[in-house]
């Protein structure tokens, strides 16, 4: 079992910056990849961000590309997300994920954590 806990997450003023983490812990040693995701309300959960583990291949969503980066280190287990440039529409609880086996699934998902862009 793995365990993820994010972290980082509160209220920014439009143009700000925030990064998020997500710890894993348990039985990591067959991480292949980890991903951060977001769900604004009333909409539904959408992909923002992954990195893969060994080769530290990164992916994103075309709405933040530019701004936000994934990064991580194996070491701690821990997966980040500099986001910058918030914008109101960044406004979402935001998940982080991890990926044992290379598949199109998350088999882990974190508890959340909310980010709210406003003035």
């Known amino acids: 079992q793995v365990q993820l806990v994010e972290s980082g997450g509160g209220l920014v003023q439009p143009g700000g910056s925030l990064r998020l983490s997500c710890a894993a812990s348990?039985?990591?040693?067959?991480?292949?990849?980890m991903g951060w995701y977001r769900q604004a309300p009333g909409k539904e959960r959408e992909f923002v961000a992954s990195?893969?583990?060994?080769?530290?291949?990164?992916y994103y969503a075309d709405s933040v590309k530019g701004r936000f980066t994934v990064s991580r280190d194996n070491n701690k287990n821990t997966v980040y997300l500099q986001m910058n440039s918030l914008k109101p529409e960044d406004t979402a609880v935001y998940y982080c994920?991890?990926?044992?086996?290379?598949?199109?699934?998350?088999?882990?998902w974190g508890q959340g954590t909310q980010v709210t862009v406003s003035s």
């Open positions: 994920a991890l990926d044992e086996y290379g598949g199109s699934v998350y088999e882990y």
């Open positions: 348990g039985s990591t040693s067959r991480i292949r990849r």
């Open positions: 990195i893969s583990w060994n080769g530290g291949n990164t």
